[in-house]
């Protein structure tokens, strides 16, 4: 058995389901050019995906091209389990297992294996994530721990966008969507080869959209422009080196509506205001097959992420190095790898933000090691291992795991893990003083007087460098069936955190008591005077405990080529234990539940449909439950030409989908049904 | 701690005591080997192909992959002609009579000495790095996961044999000089 020289995290599975044991290939061409060898990522290397220890959803381009989706946020819509929330045209939360937040999701994003997960505030610019969605070859979801093989913060789970060789698009390809919202949106990707070992692409993108027609506190303010350009190059001089090199550039000017404090009441205000960001990406990859049985790879990366809002100038730029190597005798695998990650944070305090320590730089080093046996050959697989990792905010973090899985024959597995994962607090918790939402005095004591009872505090939540990283141990439970065209995926678990993100009030910031004795002697000049002196403080802290479980379930059935569909359904309970005095700082006590159908049907040899329907039932983010349908009905007007026709929100029509108004700078805007129409064409 | 570090080596050493074939994935490559050269041969046009057998004759030296072939090329048809796959010996006379050859790399030096004229208007498909060098048309290579393959359509041609632009735009293509 030869392996690819990807090793590694390319995963694999055809298109719609995740689980499926080895059926006879289907012979048309294309089909055989997108199945992979081999499938896996949830394990770093090549590995079937159906024998994995791990709740694995790969979401195939097929899906992605017939739904309509106009980045990849939105195309995350059609994983099931996965939390998507919208918060506006442009905004998005997601997560897995957990509550999302616009800044907090604790879930890992890498394009290619490059992380855009931004340390800033834990958590990822989805609106700024443009990676062409007709050159993704797959999106690879894991939902659960992946902080073994990918390191820290990745505690709800892995989104890796896989994108195409270049060797596959050599040709040139034209998008062209406009609908009601959407004024336009045109791609343009040319690809050839280089010599004879080597290929290119490159590509490049526009995209302007106005703003929804309803907002919900301020008129909406949601329209956007976004440029984008990028290339992606792969050399494979001989059958064990292949090296990938790609950079893009995406300019993103879109409006939103914000929340920040006022100067003059210390009062958050609702604000209509523009942000510009940049982001840009470098990366390199060579991966080199040692022998028929061992393979290495070394990736180095850079990215930068420059953002301009109300009060708000952000930079971020982060060198990723990582090695890994991946070696088998017979059925045992040993996996090992070293990263280095350095990201530059440079900070200028303004009235909002202000930083006690100038951090302005984040040093993440260390290495995992990964074992993998069979105690039954065929049957009864283990793997184990660890990744320990430095980071200069909290220190050493180690992250062991273990699964086990056991597959009496072709069509079932059982299978199990143990595994621990870390989230290292954001810059924002560990360092920032963040101006938030002032406290009434009447919260604290009437005086009967209004101009005290009214006034709003100055109020501060304060980072703090005595903060623990939050650890989260995670059992899982998964079995999966699998005939020739249908299969069954079931996923349970239970994550208990400690040292969990919490806020509490600092008693020793505020001198209330002196103002109301001051209050008390009739001396309210002086009482408003040293109002106008105090902050109230709240402190960062990880004392908070966090108790999430839930299941996921999903049947597949594809009878003929024509005709697919999945049902899903999952759920999950999300529990703080709480210190007194202390309130939670990402979601609250919560249960959700999701119910997920998703069809493609090819009728005729030219035309074919797409359904999406998901019924989202939470209180999670103080909004009312919807049912969302997208529906897409596609033309194929040549033989390498499309016109497709997609109608979203169908059902749900203009909804809330997110409303946790706790979040600095987050206003929610009402999403609203839409429609888009897409000419594509390869020539 | 000790028992801790006696487990982790007791466990390692019965995972390096454990050794097992990957006969799925290996199955999986070589069935889609197959489903590739069916197309090969669906989108190629031989000048001299109803001379023959009247049947369509796919061969390989590797049992394996004519077994494995045999199951996905099962009730196929090429140009209105049913599919055959047969075990071959490399340095038999009977390698005349196919219609497609498969060397797998594990047969790469038994490809050395084949006597070529025996393989006028046989398309050779391989996998080795060099088989296109050594007399080869098509070659097969895995590429981020994916079967992908190279084709020289001038020995192709040489062999009377035209291949579909259709299936040539996907391929890396491989010229004479080279």
């Known amino acids: ?683 | 701690m000790l028992a801790i570090k006696r487990f982790v080596t007791s466990l390692i050493m019965l995972a390096l005591a454990v050794a097992a074939g990957e006969t799925g994935a290996a199955d999986k490559e070589a069935a889609l080997k197959a489903g590739f050269m069916f197309n090969f041969a669906r989108y190629s046009e031989w000048q001299g192909l109803a001379k023959p057998l009247g049947y369509f004759k796919l061969c390989s030296p590797d049992i394996e992959f004519v077994d494995t072939a045999s199951w996905v090329l099962h009730k196929q048809r090429i140009h209105e002609l049913e599919i055959r796959v047969s075990l071959v010996e490399l340095d038999s006379l009977s390698i005349n009579q196919c219609n497609l050859l498969f060397v797998p790399t594990a047969y790469r030096k038994n490809w050395l000495t084949v006597d070529r004229t025996l393989l006028s208007h046989t398309m050779l498909v391989g996998e080795a790095p060099d088989f296109i060098h050594q007399g080869g048309h098509i070659r097969f290579f895995l590429l981020a996961g994916k079967i992908r393959f190279e084709v020289a359509p001038e020995e192709l041609k040489k062999a009377d044999i035209t291949m579909s632009s259709k299936v040539l735009r996907l391929s890396r293509v491989v010229k004479e000089e080279q």
């Not at chain 1, 309509?68 to 506006?88: C, F, H, M, N, T």
């Not at chain 1, 070859?137 to 990918?150: A, F, N, P, T």
């Not at chain 1, 890994?324 to 530059?344: E, H, K, V």
């Not at chain 1, 839930?550 to 569909?565: C, D, I, K, M, T």
């Open chain 1, 1 to 683: 058995m030869k392996y690819s020289a990807g090793v590694s995290w390319l995963l694999c599975m055809t298109s719609f389901s995740v689980a499926s044991a080895e059926p006879m290939p289907n012979l048309d061409l294309e089909s055989l050019m997108a199945t992979d060898v081999q499938a896996t990522s949830a394990m770093k290397r090549a590995q079937s995906a159906f024998s994995t220890a791990a709740s694995l959803y790969v979401l195939g381009k097929e899906d992605i091209h017939a739904s309509g989706a106009i980045s990849v946020a939105e195309a995350l819509k059609l994983v099931p389990g996965l939390e998507v929330r919208q918060l506006d045209n442009n905004q998005w939360a997601i997560t897995a297992r957990g509550v999302a937040g616009r800044y907090t999701s604790k879930l890992l994003v890498m394009v290619d294996g490059q992380s855009v997960y931004n340390p800033s505030f834990a958590g990822v610019y989805w609106e700024t994530l443009d990676v062409p969605l007709y050159d993704i070859e797959r999106i690879e979801v894991i939902r659960g721990q992946g902080g073994l093989l990918w390191g820290s913060n990745a505690t709800n789970g892995v989104i890796n966008i896989i994108t195409k060789n270049s060797l596959d698009t050599r040709e040139t390809l034209l998008k062209v969507s406009s609908g009601d919202q959407l004024n336009y949106d045109i791609g343009l990707r040319h690809g050839g080869n280089i010599g004879s070992n080597g290929s290119y692409r490159i590509f490049g993108s526009v995209r302007d959209s106005d703003a929804a027609k309803t907002g919900k506190s301020l008129p909406a303010n949601d329209d956007a422009k976004q440029q984008s350009i990028g290339a992606r190059f792969d050399f494979a001089p001989n059958d064990d080196l292949s090296i990938l090199t790609q950079f893009s550039y995406t300019h993103t000017d879109m409006g939103q509506n914000l929340k920040a404090l006022s100067l003059a009441t210390n009062q958050n205000t609702l604000y209509a205001d523009r942000f510009e960001r940049d982001d840009g990406r470098i990366m390199a990859r060579a991966e080199h097959r040692l022998s028929g049985s061992s393979n290495q790879m070394l990736q180095a990366s850079w990215a930068i992420q420059d953002g301009k809002q109300l009060y708000l100038d952000e930079r971020f730029q982060s060198v990723d190095v990582d090695y890994q190597m991946n070696s088998l005798w017979g059925a045992t695998q040993l996996d090992w790898g070293l990263n280095y990650r350095n990201s530059y944070l440079p900070f200028e305090e303004n009235y909002i933000i202000r930083s006690d320590a100038d951090i302005d730089r984040l040093e993440q080093y260390g290495a995992f090691l990964q074992l993998q046996f069979a105690l039954i050959p065929e049957q009864l697989n283990v793997s184990f291992g660890n990744k320990s990792e430095h980071n200069s905010f909290t220190g050493w973090e180690h992250q062991p795991v273990a699964r086990i899985t056991w597959q009496p024959n072709n069509e079932h597995v059982l299978w199990s893990a143990i595994s621990q994962g870390v989230r290292i607090p954001s810059l924002a918790e560990f360092d920032y003083d963040t101006g938030i939402n002032g406290t009434r005095v009447g919260e604290y004591f009437q005086t009967g007087i209004d101009a005290i009872d009214n006034y709003h505090v100055h109020t501060v939540l304060n980072g703090n460098q005595q903060v623990e990283p939050e650890k989260s141990l995670s059992y899982e439970l998964g079995y999966r069936f699998s005939k020739q065209d249908w299969s069954f995926d079931l996923a349970l678990f239970h994550t208990q955190s400690k040292d969990v993100f919490a806020v509490q009030p600092n008693p020793d910031s505020a001198n209330l008591d002196q103002i109301a004795a001051l209050l008390a002697q009739g001396k309210i000049v002086e009482a408003q005077q040293a109002l106008q002196n105090t902050v109230l403080e709240f402190d960062v802290a990880s004392n908070a405990d966090l108790n999430v479980k839930g299941g996921e379930a999903l049947v597949a059935w594809r009878p003929s080529v024509n005709f697919r569909a999945e049902l899903g359904y999952s759920q999950m309970s999300y529990r703080y234990r709480l210190k007194e005095n202390t309130q939670p700082a990402i979601g609250y006590d919560s249960d959700s539940k999701q119910f997920f159908a998703k069809t493609g049907w090819h009728p005729f040899k030219k035309h074919s449909f797409f359904a999406l329907f998901r019924s989202i039932n939470s209180d999670a983010y103080s909004v009312d439950d919807y049912d969302a349908l997208d529906l897409s009905w596609a033309w194929q007007l040549m033989p390498h030409s499309s016109l497709s026709l997609t109608g979203k929100n169908l059902l749900a029509g203009s909804h809330l989908e997110y409303d946790n108004t706790s979040e600095t700078f987050t206003v929610p805007n009402y999403i609203e049904q839409s429609v888009v129409l897409r000419l594509m064409a390869e020539f």
